[in-house]
């Protein structure tokens, strides 16, 4: 899909990080851009900054991101690109036991639900509800493509570390959806594929502590440092643009491979 002014997106937590990055390499290259965030000041800066649009949507319900996408739509059309990158993170191990009492503790639910909730449900909902709005859609290209699904996993789908058990199942999710949706769509000329990043300069890292970011960059093959969200934007927008990439996932991580802990 050649991407032009001619062309609507969507990218969830477009505010920061891997989200805003993309969103800001899709309006540089004239599509017109909404941003899905929680993060009302943060979105409607971005989205001022590249002539776009804010709608505050909650990924995880059903209803706000139907408010978003009626929000979107009514200014800039129907999206034929639908980004996701919304997602928090968070560790708890599937069973603890206290050092100081020796109490032995499951993980929490509460807190496995909201990591899936947002996640893997949020990435569905954006998908799923974007796909109905462009099947309505005329075909822009001869081979018939009406749209493309980006969803963002991340390499703890693969390699998850000890603690990550519902960050990593949330992406294995997310991962796992990227072949199945891209045969649902097929015959409507919708692709959908999948981003796993590694490590890159993100909000979640930069709270990070200096040693621990050190641990995980010493993971990195080369180049070796951590990523820079500009080259997650402009590996979506590649992916975009290339008719032939369909029901797979991509690993960009400069050849990392997490460790246990």
Known sequence: MKLSSDISAIVTGGASGLGEATA?????RGVRVGIFDMNTDRGQKVADEIGGIFAKVDV???????????????????????????GIGGGMKTASRKRDTGDILAHDPEFYIRIININLIGTFLCASKSAAGMMSLEPTEPDGERGVILNTASVAAQDGQIGQVA????????????????RDLAREGIRVNTILPGFFETPIYEQMKPEVKESLRAHVQF????????????????????????GEYVRTDAGARMPPR
């Open 24 to 28: 800001r390499v899709l309006a540089a």
């Open 223 to 246: 180049p070796n440092r951590f990523g820079d969200p500009k080259e997650y934007g402009e590996l979506a927008a590649f992916m975009c643009e290339n008719a032939y990439i369909n």
């Open 167 to 182: 960050y990593a199942s949330s992406k294995g999710g997310i991962l796992a959806m990227a072949l199945p949706m891209a």
């Open 60 to 86: 995880s319900s059903s209803q706000s991101v139907d408010e978003g996408l009626d929000f979107v739509r009514a200014a800039n059309g129907q999206e034929r690109i639908m980004i996701n990158c919304a």
